[in-house]
């Protein structure tokens, strides 16, 4: 090899872990590389309604179950070590990004998991809490990192693009039409029998099986995103069972009652109660 | 979810109507209730389905002498473990002649 082609091949070594993909060592450098900071410059409103999002605490609101995964899971059940490719099974849908985080980096966000659920000192809790709030699923994770929902046949997002359902040009960065985000298997993806990047299904969240075989099965027309962002102006914030309006309009209720007498010669009061539990939701309650 | 049915009468007795509860009953490969996501493989589904209307019906007999009661219904959903929200709560007063 020429001098030439030696100082070529050194420079190539340098510059592809920047332009292939990046590994990033640190949460704050991982964080600034999905950062969502910017977006709320032009889309304010949308930004307030996700950071009041439980999107926007994928991690934080999920810290006992992701805990018991790590600790319970690979410690106990499968005795296995703690490795990013193990806890890509939780983070593929938690914390998309993590795919981009080294594998220290990686088993230091474990560690940071365990810690805020199980150290004695709330200090480090509360600094674990702070750290791990940085990692979410945010404006790129959606409109970028899980968008294309067939990467192996039409390949994956284009970095620093941002997809739209109706993919309105900006100023600001680059911008293409998604259909794939107006669909309800755009959230199926997390919200369904989930399969994580080492290939084996999980059924930790069934929303979307009950969606297809109880609700579309049975005539039902609406999509997700038409019941938890259209209607009500409910937008970014993404309401779902933790709000009490939400979980009010998917269930109807039918309430009869008579007073009626029994057994001829005692005639025992007595109370005859019919009851009509309505799902008008597009998915069985409750589910997850 | 659960849904309660009670009955309070005139005299001030509580009587328990009927009580039912619905939910997503996770089990491991070996038909063992497990509560974590990650060990769960099959879903016993005890939930409401979506377009339909589930029907209860309770009948109860109410101490003798009972003029009056409020029949009271609850339904309460709780989306995690230490969480609950009272979605409807209705009552309907009945006397019997």
Known sequence: ?288 | MVLEVTAKTDKGTVVPIGKKEYWELGMDMDGYHRIGAWQIKEVIDLTLPPRKTTKERFVAELPEGTTSADVEVKVTYFPAAKTELVVHEATKKLTFK
């Open chain 1, 1 to 288: 090899m020429s001098w030439i082609g030696s100082l070529f091949f050194a420079l190539l070594l340098i510059v592809i872990p920047l332009g292939a993909g990046a590994e990033y060592a640190t949460v704050d450098d991982l964080a600034k590389a999905y950062s969502e900071a910017s977006c709320k410059s032009c889309h304010a409103k949308v930004h307030n309604d996700w950071k009041s999002s439980y999107h926007s605490q994928s991690i934080v609101h999920s810290l006992g179950g992701i805990r018991n995964f790590i600790v319970v899971g690979l410690g106990q059940e499968w005795k296995q070590p703690v490795s990013k490719a193990h806890l890509m099974r939780c983070m593929s849908c938690h914390a998309p990004m993590l795919k981009d985080a080294t594998e220290d980096l990686a088993k230091q966000v474990a560690g940071l998991i365990v810690t805020a659920v199980d150290d004695k000192d709330e200090g480090k809790k509360t600094a674990a809490k702070t750290e791990l709030a940085k990692l979410n699923v945010n404006c790129v994770v959606c409109h970028n990192t899980m968008v294309s929902l067939e990467k192996n046949l039409v390949g994956a997002p284009k970095p620093g693009v941002y997809y739209s359902p109706a993919g309105k040009a900006s100023p600001a960065h680059k911008t293409e039409k998604s259909p794939a985000m107006s669909t309800a298997f755009f959230c199926g993806q997390c919200h369904g029998i989930h399969t994580p990047p080492d290939g084996d299904a999980l059924v930790c969240n069934t929303l979307y099986g009950s969606y297809q075989d109880g609700y579309r099965a049975n005539g039902g027309s609406e999509t997700c995103q038409d019941c938890h962002m259209k209607a009500g102006n409910r937008g970014h914030k993404f309401p779902g069972a933790y709000e009490v309006d939400m979980v009010r309009d998917g269930i109807g209720l039918d309430f009869q009652a008579a007073a009626i007498r029994l057994h001829p010669g005692k005639w025992i009061p007595t109370v005859v109660v019919n009851i009509g539990l309505i799902n008008k939701a597009g998915h069985r309650i409750p589910d997850g």
